[in-house]
């Protein structure tokens, strides 16, 4: 691999990382009394220097980028974005150790929401800011923002072929890398704009309604407040971020072509997004049911707004609380550890499976147990109206195989340290997923605070993990073994 041409993208990847803290450092230099203004502008200095050195003084060259050298780029990227964006946390002290620091880090930028602080209030405002940003950035992928400053067409094309499945990009098929990155960000930054627009009719604070809206469309569920949106007690702001959270995790190209394009048919002839909706809906029916049998609820209203709330926030991996979920009943619980694994579609800002490999899985399943009954028939299977290769279909299998294994391993590795089953198993499961939220000790009105500091490393791994979607992980190591 040409390392001079890897470490000319990091540090063009760490230099928008400093352009991004700089605009923190000033928000927290014009918030009188705001202490993390120090921290975010030296933090900002030295990823700067960091990520302009090479920029300066190493020599790209001609070569263009291959697979293998796309994706260490895109996974280092993501290494070192996290690494110096836990420097403004470590400069500010108080809770950041250097642990909690990175925990917090990385938490943000692969949009999983978990958190350290026992006091996320006591923040000033700088670092609520750069707290949120990191989430709203890592939502829409890193390596996809600034792929588009890069001139190379074809450095483009294998940058965002390493970050984004294939699966994400077929509403965009036969756009060019330049365009598909672009349709992305203005889908997303759409919606960020109309969810904050939105939340100020319902009385919420410029500054709440700016982060919340942010946390909601990049699905990663951090808020300025400790008891997450219940804090609010808003009904109209907990609609629209129910709203806004479903948006989110459906595929910004449908996204596009079916809002911004104005072919809201787009909408009914997805496959996927009718399972995803349908499946939701009925999630939420059962749960409210649920709720009113056993859940204490006085009026069906509530029992409603809640499940349909913390329903449409896990299975989109935002994390977002109106309840301490923990207390409710054991159907419930079991639905959003359920809606947990499964989550989102491609091509959104959720974590998860996905929906869509989900149902390739399902398909792939119905055709083995038809062969199996007439072995000469032919079936094709087809998701939204194409029919799906074979490899696509093993794919699928591939990582759900892997996904679940990753769960596994890390939720023994809970266990063996001393964390008990239930909180063990769901925050392996909200980690690799980038949900946020389990139960036990790290339910939706806990943290993970109390995790000892090895776990919080193992954690954030898995973090990583779930995010870049295991395989450019393996790929990597691969990689530096063939080296």
Excluded at 78 to 102: D, K, Q, R, T
Excluded at 137 to 150: A, N
Excluded at 200 to 223: H, K
Aim: with cysteine.
């Amino acid at each position: 691999m040409n390392w001079k041409i890897i470490t000319w993208y990091i540090g063009i990847s760490l230099a928008f990382v400093a352009l991004l803290m700089g605009v923190a450092g000033l928000v927290a230099c014009f918030t009188p009394g705001d202490e993390s203004r120090i921290p975010l502008l030296y933090s900002a200095f030295i990823t700067g220097i960091v990520g302009f050195y090479p920029l300066i003084f190493v020599r790209r060259g001609d070569h263009p980028l291959s697979f293998r050298e796309g994706n260490c780029i895109v996974v280092v990227a993501w290494i070192f974005a996290c690494l110096f964006g836990m420097l403004p946390f470590l400069l500010y002290g108080h809770e950041f150790s250097l642990v909690n620091a990175l925990f917090e880090s990385v938490s943000g930028f692969t949009t999983t929401g978990a958190s350290i602080l026992n006091d996320i209030e006591a923040l000033p405002r700088g670092l609520q800011l750069w707290r949120i940003s990191t989430a709203w950035v890592g939502g829409i992928g890193i390596v996809t923002l600034f792929s588009m400053l890069i001139r190379e067409r074809l450095d483009k094309s294998t940058l965002s072929g390493a970050e984004i499945s294939s699966v994400a990009r077929e509403p965009f098929a036969g756009e060019r890398s330049n365009s598909f990155a672009k349709r992305m960000l203005a889908t997303y930054a759409s919606l960020t704009g109309v969810t904050f627009i939105s939340l100020l009719f319902t009385g919420m604070g410029w500054f709440d309604a700016l982060t919340n809206a942010m946390s909601a469309c990049s699905t990663c569920g951090f808020c300025t407040r400790n008891t997450s949106i219940a804090f609010y007690a808003n009904p109209a702001a907990e609609i629209i971020l129910t709203v806004a959270m479903i948006a989110a995790g459906i595929n910004f190209g449908i996204l596009f072509l079916a809002i911004l394009r104005g072919r809201p048919r787009f909408f009914m002839r997805s496959e996927i997004i009718r399972v995803f909706v349908v499946l939701l809906g009925i999630t939420t029916v059962l749960m409210t049911v649920d709720l009113m049998t056993k859940g204490n609820y006085a009026t069906f209203g509530n029992a409603l707004r809640d499940a349909a709330f913390q329903v449409a926030s896990i299975a989109t991996t935002t994390g977002f609380a109106t309840q301490d979920t923990t207390l409710w009943p054991p159907l419930s619980m079991a639905l959003l550890i359920l809606c947990s694994l499964i989550c989102g579609c491609s091509g959104s800002t959720s974590g998860g499976i996905k929906i869509d490999r989900a149902i390739l899985a399902a398909k792939g399943i119905h055709r083995k147990v038809g062969l199996t009954v007439a072995p000469n028939a032919v079936k094709n299977i087809r998701v939204d109206g194409r029919a799906r290769p074979d490899a696509q279909i093993s794919d699928a299998y591939g990582y759900i195989f892997c996904y679940l294994l990753v769960v596994v391993v890390f939720a023994a590795v809970n266990i063996a340290v001393g964390i008990d089953f239930t909180t063990s198993v769901t925050a392996s499961i909200a980690c690799i997923g980038n949900v946020g939220p389990g139960f036990g000790e790290v339910g939706s009105m806990s943290n993970y605070a109390a995790f000892p500091a090895f776990l919080k490393v193992t954690s954030l791994l898995e973090m990583l993990i779930g995010r870049l979607e295991i395989f450019p992980v393996l790929y990597l190591f691969r990689s530096l073994r063939v080296l």
